[in-house]
């Protein structure tokens, strides 16, 4: 059973950085492509970084040179390291996987998590 289960998520100022978890189980981090979605209340879920299992990484527009995701195969976890935060960054944060490559479709994911809350104040 794949297990996916985020941490980290919290009510930070603008400017500040944050670093979110997940933690896998039933699945191997490194063998599958890996996403970090975003959702606010009203709006559809959208992607915000991936990475696949050869490591290539891609972001979404509005995180580019923000955001870095990353993975630990010892442990089995994937991060999102989140600098510069802004207030429009402010969502419920998801940890999702699927095999084959990163796609920024959250449709195509067959795993996810419950999602980690991060509140930007300005």
């Known amino acids: 059973q794949v297990q996916l289960v985020e941490s980290g998520g919290r009510l930070v100022q603008a400017g500040d950085s944050l670093k979110l978890s997940c933690a896998a189980s039933?699945?191997?981090?490194?063998?599958?492509?890996m996403g970090w979605f975003r959702q606010v209340p009203g709006k559809e879920r959208e992607f915000v970084a991936g990475?696949?299992?050869?490591?290539?990484?891609s972001y979404a527009d509005s995180v580019k040179g923000r955001f870095t995701i990353s993975r630990d195969s010892a442990k089995n976890m994937v991060f999102l390291q989140m600098n510069s935060l802004k207030p429009e960054d402010t969502a419920v944060y998801y940890c999702?996987?699927?095999?084959?490559?990163?796609?920024?479709?959250?449709?195509?994911?067959?795993?996810w998590g419950q999602g980690t809350a991060v509140t930007v104040s300005s």
């Open positions: 999702a996987t699927r095999r084959g490559v990163v796609t920024r479709t959250e449709t195509t994911y067959d795993y």
């Open positions: 039933g699945t191997t981090v490194s063998s599958n492509a």
């Open positions: 990475i696949s299992r050869n490591s290539i990484t």
